[in-house]
Every structure is written in C-alpha cells, then in structure tokens.
C-alpha cells in the first residue's frame, strides 16, 4: 500500500501525516493556511492563549529516539489546542524490557489515545503502526530515521512563505548533510510540490544521495556557485557521528568549504533569509555572526513550528 | 436548488439602515464593533461609515470554537481572528449576517472571552429566522423572517451586486 493510500481518506483528506511525498499541494497549503490563523492564538493581548479544538482527545508523544525540542513544540502545539498530552521516551520503557512496538502501540491505543506522535530510528516506523491502528487514531510522523520529517517541512515551508512569498517566485538553496538528512527530503518534496521553479542542494559528492537528481532539484559541488543568487538558503545539520566517519576530513575542513560564514552569504541575494532545522553546530555547518544574524530566520522557524504543528494534529482530528 | 427570496425581505442596505437607526443612540466611547466572518464583517464595515464615529473594529473567525468540529472536521477555511483594542472592560456589539440556531454566537462569546472580561456584549443581525437552539437572542434586528428548516439564507457580497441575499433549499 502506498504512503498516500495510508495517509488519505476515500475522499482525499489526511488521515495520518507519515510523509511529504506525494502529497497533493491542495493539502499542503490547507496545513499553511491553517496554521496563519493559530498565530494568533498566542497574541499578547489574549488572555486565553489557547483554543478549545481538541478539548477531551488524548494525544501521546511516542520518542523512541531523543529529541526535546521536537517533543516540545508538539506537546505545547497539543496544549494550545486544549488536549491533554502523554510524553513516554520508549528507550526508558518497555522496549527496553523486550515488547515490539505494535505490542507498545497496542497498549497505549487501550488507554484510549486518539493520535500518536511518533519519533523512530527506523524508516517507515510510523507507516507500520498507521496500517495496525484502528480506524479513529491518527498518526503523526515525527521523524523516522533517514526517511522523513513531514512537520519539519511543513515549518520551514510555512517560514518561506511567510517571508518570501509565493514559492513560485523563488530559487532557493539546501545545504550540508542531504545523504542522512530526513529534513532535506521533506524539504524537496513539499518545495517541488508547491511549485518552486528551483530547488538547488549544495553537498560535497559524499554527502549526497546517489539519484537525488531524480528528485527534480539542480545539484552543486560548490557552495559559491551554490548559493549565488538565491532567496533563502536552508542549512542543514551536520551529525556529529559523521564527522568521525571516513565521509569527512574534520569539522574545520567542513566549515572552510561548507559552513555559512558572512563572506559566503553576500553570494545569496541581499534580502535572501537563512534557515536551519536546529540544533545548530555552530562554527561547523553556520557561523555565529549568521546564525544570530540580521537575515537568520532561525528562531522564527522554531515559533511557526508550533503554528504548524497545531494546525496538523487540528485537521487530522477533524477527519 | 436556489429559491425566490420572500417579497417581504428589504436589501441589505435597506436593513443596515434600519440597524444605524437603533444602535446610534447607544455607541459610546467604550464600544467597539465585533463582526463574525464573513458576513458580519460586511455589516461591521458598512454599519462604522454610516455611523461616522471612529469606533474600534475587531474581526473573529470561530472556526476553532465550533461545537461540530468533532462531527465535521475543522472548517476548510479559517481566517485570523483579530481584535485591535482591549476587550476587557469593552461594550462590545457583536455584528452578525443571520441568526439561526444561535451556535455561531455561542463560539463567538466563548472566543471573546478567551481575550478578556467585556463589560457587555450586544448582537446586531440584519436576519433573525427563528430556529434557536439555544438560549440566545438578538439585541437589534434587521427582520424577521419565519423559513423552514430546509430553507437557508446567507448574506453575499461581490463586485457587480454588492450586497445581497440568496436563498436556497438544503435537505
């Protein structure tokens, strides 16, 4: 069964958000257009910052893999719509004491959750469990090894927009770690599908997927050509377990031909923003003066995130 | 299916006219005009330039209060809501196209509550046509209509008709 047979209803709306590919642009923008209004849910001058949508739905945060940040923008993302939140880190749980995850999932469904949110090393964790649901829970895919990072995506889409406009207006560059980057196939995915004429990936050729010109982007060898000219440039995370791999020389090597320094972004066009998915290796993929600078968007992403995030867990519990 | 609209139902204009009459006498300067998206929005705009007064003016979108969201999903098309003044302590007129079950102006007052204390909130409709289903009725009216169950009317507006009313049949 494809992703998308899994992720849509009969009639076409979104029953599970497990991956950006393939997902039609009418969804894509609902999420975003959905998102502006919850913006303001948080305005200063409300009293109340929080909605009553998904008052009495219990939604569990299910991390099989560390990540605070993620978990909490998606816990405050939940509370802000009125559901009560379960956090369980699984690597400190059950699985540790032998369950498989379909036993773990099983479990919780009893304690009557209505969504999951679904952290995994392994690829295609949060499809296997959306196929052994019932028909009322809903999963979100909160990263899933090398595979995905939908509301990742989402956010960094839903930032563009807000900054730069239309997407069919830009030229826009990722940068770093394509190869093990679950946030970079998101980003492709939803960028080609919202229509941006030119989504350029800027790699070293050991860092890159063997067909990721199928995946309809422009690749470059050389960050200066790279990122010349373009509307915003989205840097990526370099893990640190692979710098100690045979891919790379050393992190200093990696910064002096592939970190964002201020020199390299004056390439970009003078109102081009800078984006990154967190959490920054500072000195290594970004500098400080750009990661802290006039044209990062950085904290702003992490804002939007919860928009996004609110605006996904609202439609999916509404169909 | 579209219907005829009933003979005895003046234009919007005429209705919003009617509206300024009864709600002149009562703006103070600690009102503010509230419309609910998207009709009421109209009523709001047109009501503030011929009331003449520079009276605050806030937009709600209750799409994230409705009490049908577990049955229907969340409406496709929210906009942000959007109060640009103080709520608490603010006698607010609610602005509103058709009153009917009375559930749009239950979110609504949820929604404004969720921004502070009013010190009043009144309702302003151009159409009361019956069918409450909850304790709630309108300060100022338009008119009255009595329609059926199965017979809808909403406000719309564009270009080449401004504003106008269309009635339709929905089982």
Same mark, same amino acid.
């Given at each position: ?162 900054? !730069? ?21 998101? +980003? ?16 070293? !050729? ?94 702003? +992403? ?18 | ?6 003979? +005895? ?134 008119? !009255? ?27």
């Amino acid at each position: 069964m494809s992703a998308n047979n899994l992720q849509l209803t009969d009639d076409g709306r979104l029953r599970h958000l497990l991956t950006l590919d393939g997902l039609p642009a009418r969804i894509l923008n609902q999420i975003l257009d959905t998102a502006a209004s919850f913006i303001t849910v948080t305005d200063a001058d409300r009293d109340v910052k929080k909605v009553p949508l998904l008052r009495g739905k219990a939604i569990f945060n299910i991390f099989f893999e560390n990540s605070t940040r993620t978990r909490t923008t998606f816990e405050i993302a939940a509370k802000r719509l009125s559901a009560d939140v379960v956090n369980l880190n699984i690597n400190a749980s059950s699985q540790s004491k032998g369950e498989t995850l379909l036993d773990t999932i099983a479990n919780l469904s009893a304690m009557q959750a209505d969504m999951f949110i679904v952290r995994h090393a392994a690829a295609g964790a949060g499809h296997l469990i959306a196929r052994h649901v019932e028909p009322h829970i809903h999963i979100v895919n909160a990263g899933d090894g090398r595979c995905s990072h939908p509301t990742q995506g989402l956010l960094d889409m839903f930032t563009l927009r807000h900054y !730069k406009g239309p997407f069919h207006n830009l030229r826009v560059a990722i940068v770093g770690d394509v190869l093990h980057s679950r946030v970079a196939r998101s +980003q492709i995915h939803a960028l080609t599908t919202l229509g941006c004429p030119e989504v350029r990936v800027v790699a070293p !050729k050991t860092l890159l997927p063997r067909d990721v010109e199928n995946l309809g982007v422009h690749v470059f060898h050389k960050m200066e050509e790279g990122i010349k000219d373009v509307d915003a440039v989205l840097m990526l995370r370099l893990q640190n377990e692979r710098m100690r791999g045979s891919r790379l020389p050393s992190a200093g090597e990696y910064y002096k031909h592939w970190g964002l320094t201020p020199e390299k972004l004056k390439l970009a066009r003078p109102d081009a923003i800078v984006m990154h998915p967190g959490p920054m290796n500072r000195g290594v993929e970004i500098d400080s003066a750009v990661a802290d600078g006039m044209q990062s968007v950085i904290l702003s +992403q992490v804002t939007f995130g919860i928009a996004v995030r609110m605006a996904v867990m609202s439609i999916l519990a509404g169909n | 299916m579209p219907m005829q609209l009933p003979p +005895q139902l003046p234009s919007p204009e005429q209705l919003i006219d009617a509206l300024v009459a009864q709600i002149k006498p009562q703006i103070h300067s600690d009102c503010a005009l509230v419309g609910i998206h998207t009709g009421g929005v109209w009523i709001m705009d047109a009501l503030a330039e011929r009331l003449g007064a520079d009276i605050p003016r806030g937009v709600l979108d209750i799409a994230f209060y409705r009490d049908d969201f577990s049955r229907i999903g969340l409406h496709p098309e929210s906009k942000p809501s959007h109060l640009p003044f103080d709520v608490e302590d603010r006698r607010i007129l609610l602005l509103d196209d058709v009153l009917y079950t009375g559930r749009t102006i239950r979110a609504a007052m949820n929604l404004l509550f969720d921004y502070g204390r009013p010190a009043a909130i009144r309702l302003a409709v151009l159409v009361d046509r019956g069918g409450r289903e909850l304790p709630i009725q309108a300060d100022y009216v338009g008119v !009255k209509l009595d329609l059926a169950a199965d017979e809808h009317i909403s406000l719309e507006n564009n270009e080449s008709e401004g504003l106008h009313f269309v009635m339709k049949r929905k089982p």
